[in-house]
C-alpha cells in the first residue's frame, strides 16, 4: 500500500532558525514526491515538486530513495512561512492518483 | 480570473438526503478530482477523472459518485449521506499533460455536516 507521514502535527520555530518538516513515504513503485502548503486562508497550492529540484521561497527538499524519505528544509525560517504543510505521493497507472500525508503546521514565532 | 469553484461552501444535511456539490473550472483543465480533509487524515483522493466521460476512484469512493458530462464540470454527488461523510470537500484541476497533473489548482473547500 501507499503510504505518506508525516510524525508531526504542530512545529514551531523562531524566526531565523532552520526548519525541517518530516516526510516518510512508502511505495513499492518510482516514487514523485511534492510538497503542497496552504496559508492561512488561502487555497492549497504546489509548493515544490522533487523531480524538478527547484528551491522555491527558500525551501528545498530532497528525495532519500534509500530512507524513504522527502523532507522539507529551509535554513532561516521566516514569519510569514507559517502555514499548513502536505507531502503528497503521485502513484497509479498513469500517475493521476495522489496520497497525501496528515500535514504539518508550521508555526514560526516573531 | 483563473480558478476553481466549488458550491457549495457550506452545508448541513441530514442522513439519507441525497445532494450534490458542485465543482467548476474554467482554465480548460483536463484532470480534475476530489478529496475530503479529515482531522489526523489529511487529504485523500475519492474520484478523479482525466477527460470528459473518464472517471476513476481515488482512495476512498465508496459512497460517492462522480460525473463528467463536461470539460468545466465535476459533481460530486452522495446518494445517501451518512455522519462519516461529514468532512472537508476540496475539488481540483489541473492543466493538459499527465506530467502536469501535481500543478493542481484547489477550490476553497466545501463543509459538509450529516446528522
Known amino acids: 500500500a501507499q503510504r505518506v507521514t508525516q510524525p508531526e502535527k504542530l512545529l514551531s520555530v523562531f524566526k531565523g532558525a532552520p526548519v525541517e518538516l518530516k516526510c516518510n513515504y512508502s511505495?513499492?513503485?518510482?516514487?514523485?514526491l511534492f510538497w503542497y502548503v496552504q496559508y492561512s486562508r488561502q487555497r492549497l497550492q504546489l509548493l515544490l515538486r522533487h523531480i524538478s529540484r527547484e528551491s522555491i521561497k527558500g525551501f528545498t527538499a530532497d528525495l532519500n530513495k534509500g530512507e524513504t524519505s522527502f523532507h522539507l528544509k529551509k535554513p532561516f525560517a521566516q514569519e510569514e512561512d507559517s502555514a499548513m504543510y502536505y507531502c503528497?505521493?503521485?502513484?497509479?497507472?498513469?500517475?493521476?492518483?495522489?496520497?497525501f500525508g496528515s500535514g504539518t503546521k508550521l508555526n514560526v514565532k516573531p | 480570473e483563473a480558478q476553481v469553484t466549488q458550491n457549495p461552501r457550506y452545508l448541513i444535511t441530514v442522513t439519507g438526503k441525497k445532494l450534490t456539490v458542485t465543482c467548476s473550472q474554467n482554465m480548460n483543465h483536463e484532470y480534475m478530482s476530489w478529496y475530503r480533509q479529515d482531522p489526523g487524515l489529511g487529504l485523500r483522493q475519492i474520484y478523479y477523472s482525466m477527460n470528459v466521460e473518464v472517471t476513476d476512484k481515488g482512495d476512498v469512493p465508496e459512497g460517492y459518485k462522480v460525473s463528467r458530462k463536461e470539460k468545466r464540470n465535476f459533481p460530486l454527488i452522495l446518494e445517501s449521506p451518512s455522519p462519516n461523510q461529514t468532512s472537508l470537500y476540496f475539488c481540483?484541476?489541473?492543466?493538459?499533460?499527465?506530467?502536469?497533473?501535481?500543478?493542481?489548482?484547489f477550490g476553497p473547500g466545501t463543509r459538509l455536516t450529516v446528522l
Open positions: 511505495y513499492s513503485g518510482s516514487p514523485e
Open positions: 503528497a505521493l503521485r502513484w497509479g497507472y498513469n500517475f493521476n492518483k495522489f496520497y
Open positions: 481540483a484541476s489541473s492543466p493538459p499533460g499527465t506530467v502536469n497533473t501535481d500543478t493542481q489548482y
